[in-house]
């Protein structure tokens, strides 16, 4: 049967009371709960529980250590919300009003709610006695998911609802204040003056090359260096825009753009380097910069993996003369949908971005550009807050798999990541390589390890650039082979992580 459990007031405060006059078997419920990855409380049910809990508590123990115990009880919960759509004609909205409140809250993730009140028994198929409960042979979690973005984001749960409650009874949903406050923050948070909220990560790398070349500082036909194994998205921008791109070679040590394979490409009709902060790392963007200042070129950063990534006391966003980020679900700092944003210490470009974000318009009904509508909406941009205020803690714990994987996979196949032990590197991804790698990712998926490949065809080998098909590349190339990701993200356990370096450093 599914992990997915919720409790019901009168287990609730049987756990708080240690009633085990009433519960004899409630320690044991309460282990095996423990155990579970999530246990569930419906917000309907606080306010009794807590009304009950500090009655009957006050008889034996001070306020202070009732309020200790409240805090501990709660952190073991994921609060689900009691929803707003209610069912009136429902038979159980009938009978028990607490009950069907109770169900509404459980259906919503799919739960089955443990309760010592027979009635709810009889009269929800979602009610489990606590008997049942503890005769469930309950699934050992056994698969290690990639990325469990149900997980991250229930861990911000009540957070998340607070701020998608505040977008929907505001009664503004496009360009308010949610956005506003976003850019200010992001802006803040990368260290850059201005920040412009866009629907995604490929229009703010499309915009930014389409605004400068509104303002002459780029046209058709100019060269854009750029990495040859990024996500296409990086190159898409550029021939979006009619630029030409010029694929480089990675370091294949970092994956990251080489700056001596840079200066080999430089030319009279190189006009900017897109350089991709490809798995989380840092490209080296002193020596970048150094190299576009001397050659008078535009620096694009493609930050979309590597929020909050930091090299020479700098944070990704603020290196370039401007940056696009992605919030895309499953990046660093997640949307709950499609989100994007420059960065830039540039106000004219700022400027000229969000115009042509919106239509080409700077003031309404007065358009300087043939723009597009390409906007953070108020809802993302409200549950970015949220999961702005958490990404420094969530990078930590990003970094410190990744110290567990460094320190504990030791096979001779298996080539690990460079990585300096600094904040260059956020781990949006944990990529190694090995050359046997497709037998590689089925052993460990036979093992009940999810990994995926990032990714599996390089740019110049896709159908959509067709054209150079006979381009080689051979680190390129081989890296595409090479590559797998393993399970990452800020709140994979570390026994989990334990689990992958066993499996790996078993592979034969
Ligand atoms: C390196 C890189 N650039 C650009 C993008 C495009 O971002 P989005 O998916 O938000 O359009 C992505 C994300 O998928 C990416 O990984």
Known sequence: MENKFLIDVNIALDILLDRLDTSPRIYELFQKLKALPTIYLSTSQLHTIAFIFFKEGRKSRPLHILQEEWQLFLKFFTLIKTPAYLDVNDPLFQRDTEDYLIEASAKIVGAKIITRDT???RASEYAVSIDDFLSLPVQEEKNIAFLDLKAINEAHASELERAFDGVLHSGWYIQGQQVKAFESEFAAYCGTPFCIGVA???????????????????????????????????????????????????????????????????????KAILPVHLYGQMADMPAIKEIAEKNDLLVLEDAAQAHGAIIGG?????????????????KNLGALGDAGAVTTHDEELALTIRALGNYGSHIKYENLYQGVNSRLDEIQAALLRVKLFHLD?????????ARQYMEGINHPEILLPAWK???????????????????????????????????????????????????????TEQIHREVLSLPMGSIICKIDVFEVIKVLNEFN
């Open 421 to 475: 032990e600094d904040a260059s590197h956020v781990f949006h991804l944990f990529v190694l390589r090995c050359q046997r790698r497709d037998a590689l990712q089925a052993y460990l998926a036979e093992k009940g390890i999810q990994t995926l490949i990032h990714y599996p065809v390089a740019p110049h080998k896709q159908k959509a650039y067709g054209a150079w098909k006979g381009i080689r590349l051979p680190l």
């Open 314 to 330: 700098k944070k990704a966003g603020s290196w370039g003369d401007a940056a696009g980020f992605s919030f895309y679900p499953g």
């Open 119 to 121: 009635a709810f028994l």
């Open 200 to 270: 995604n990560g490929l229009d703010a790398l499309t915009l930014t090359l389409r605004a400068w070349k509104e303002m002459g500082r780029l046209k058709e036909g100019d060269k854009i260096l750029v990495p040859a194994n990024t996500y296409i998205a990086s190159i898409l921008a550029i021939t979006e825009n009619r630029l030409i791109p010029v694929l480089v070679e990675p370091d294949p040590a970092t994956f990251n753009i080489s700056p001596s394979e840079i200066l080999k490409f430089l030319d009279s009709k190189t």
């Open 393 to 401: 803690k969530d990078i930590e714990k990003r970094q410190a798999v």
